[in-house]
């Protein structure tokens, strides 16, 4: 059944408020066993923080857009702590629960959002100028657009988000989640603004999305302050075309538990400061992982954000003197080509060296495009490492084992004084080149540097 937000008093001229009206239609449609809300074209919505309802639609019409209060009173709080100047800004700000909510579903299983209309979250509301490249808040962390938690069979389909001011959807404990042809249009330049992150999530299928954000397009997390829903398991991300000024599909760094069971297949990624990226600062383990059949082209955009334009990036360091961090092992590379500033990155610790990598049927072209510098590798965050000068390689290795490329083709276009090896490895056990080709950058060097 079908309940249209008019009838409960919505105005949608841009200027009333239409939370009561909005948070009404939803209270009814659930209370009645469930069904659709339904705000139609040609209005925009004004809204304060709405409950999504269990086995209730958010339905909008081509050409609605509900726009999120750019008045941070108007915020519905899970995490009240942030209300604590002791707590507020101690350490990792993303670790917890989101302390300001747009959309908020907890237990609201079967509920959904779909459409082909908008929800503008008035990211300009919250974010300041720091420089030419780069906007941030004025407070830390800024309100999260949709987070909906410990919530079963729940869909997002088809709607557009845009303007975020930090996390645009981010589902947690959740089991059976289906994202599918959903568009983010972030601000490049806006810090925090990732795309889709599921957090200690289950049985989820990312499909045919369009992601532009600054920072990750997709993360995989497994928080500390949601600790208590277990692994980040059996994840499907397919046919997404992906543009972000971190990284555009990303596994950790937030990862107090596990990741396993993960496919990622005819991706295209383009204009990103970082490809395909594992990185584990916690606790957590990465097993069982493939990625197929997919196009990277990868840019620095500036160095306030993390990344050096590597297109393949897996690393595993101790976030801090008292955080041990998991394993990576059975990595799996399948027809990848990518074109970039920056080689594939392979960087494990002495405690926990990398384990089972492939790399099969890929073609890595090393070409300088921005004006930022070459010779860089980004270990952050970490305990021992920051932005560490190397030479960069086609394929960088350290502190790994049973790493095997087979028919991978590494070459150069324009290149930069500190482009050297096709494969530069060391502190590696098990390393198996079959069919792999590539001549150094510089006549001067050597295609394999083994040590």
């Not at 209370?31 to 909008?60: A, C, I, K, Q």
């Not at 990103?272 to 606790?283: C, E, F, M, T, V």
């Not at 393949?312 to 399948?334: E, H, S, W, Y």
Request: one cysteine or more; proline letters at 4%; aromatic letters at 8%.
């Amino acid at each position: 059944m079908d309940y249209l937000a008019l009838n409960f008093g919505a105005v949608g001229d841009g200027t009333t408020d239409d939370t009561a009206a909005l948070q009404r239609a939803l209270d009814v449609c659930a209370e009645n066993g469930g069904g659709r809300v339904v705000l139609p074209g040609g209005r925009t919505y004004l809204s304060r923080s709405l409950f999504l309802r269990p086995d209730t639609e958010l339905h909008l019409q081509r050409g609605a857009v509900l726009k999120a209060t750019g008045d941070l009173d108007g915020y519905f709080r899970p995490n009240e702590r942030i209300n604590d100047p002791k707590t507020a800004l101690i350490g990792n700000p993303v670790t917890g629960k989101p302390s300001f909510v747009f959309l908020y579903g907890f237990e609201a299983h079967g509920c959904a959002i779909t459409g082909d209309g908008t929800i503008d979250l008035n990211g300009s509301a919250f974010l300041r100028r720091k420089d030419r490249y780069y906007v941030t808040g004025d407070f830390y962390p800024r309100p999260t657009g949709i987070y909906v938690e410990k919530s079963d069979h729940v869909t997002f389909r088809d709607f557009t988000v845009k303007n975020a001011p930090f996390w645009t959807l981010h589902p947690a404990g959740c089991c059976d989640v289906l994202i599918d042809r959903i568009r983010i249009l972030n601000e490049l330049d806006a810090a925090n603004s990732d795309g889709i992150d599921p957090d200690h999530c289950r049985n989820v299928r990312i499909l045919g999305c369009h992601i532009e954000c600054a920072d990750d397009c997709i993360c995989l997390k497994t928080t500390k302050g949601n600790a208590e829903y277990g692994p980040c398991e059996n994840i499907v991300i397919q046919g997404c075309t992906l543009i972000s000024t971190s990284a555009a599909i990303k596994i950790g760094t937030e990862g107090v538990d596990d990741f396993r069971n993960i496919l990622v297949s005819d991706c295209v990624i383009s204009r990103s400061n970082r490809g395909l990226s594992i990185q584990i600062r916690d606790g957590g383990s990465v097993e069982n992982v493939s990625y197929q059949n997919i196009i990277i082209e990868t840019r620095r955009f500036c160095p306030d954000w993390w990344g050096t334009a590597e297109p393949i990036v897996l690393t595993a360091f101790d976030r801090d003197a008292d955080t041990r961090c998991g394993k990576i092992r059975n990595v799996r590379f399948f027809n990848v080509t990518a074109t970039g500033e920056n080689g594939v990155l392979i960087h494990g610790s002495e405690q926990n060296e990398i384990e089972d990598v492939q790399l099969l049927h890929c073609r890595i072209h090393l070409t300088k495009t921005s004006k930022w510098p070459c010779g860089l590798y980004d270990l952050r965050p970490c305990l021992a490492h920051g932005v560490e000068a190397m030479p960069n390689a086609g394929c960088l290795i350290r502190r790994a084992k049973n790493v095997a490329l087979s028919d991978v083709v590494f070459s150069w276009g324009s290149v930069c004084d500190d482009y050297r090896h096709a494969v530069d490895a060391a502190h590696t056990q098990g390393l198996v080149l079959t069919k792999v080709t590539g001549t150094g950058a510089h006549d001067a060097d050597e295609a394999f540097l083994i040590r």
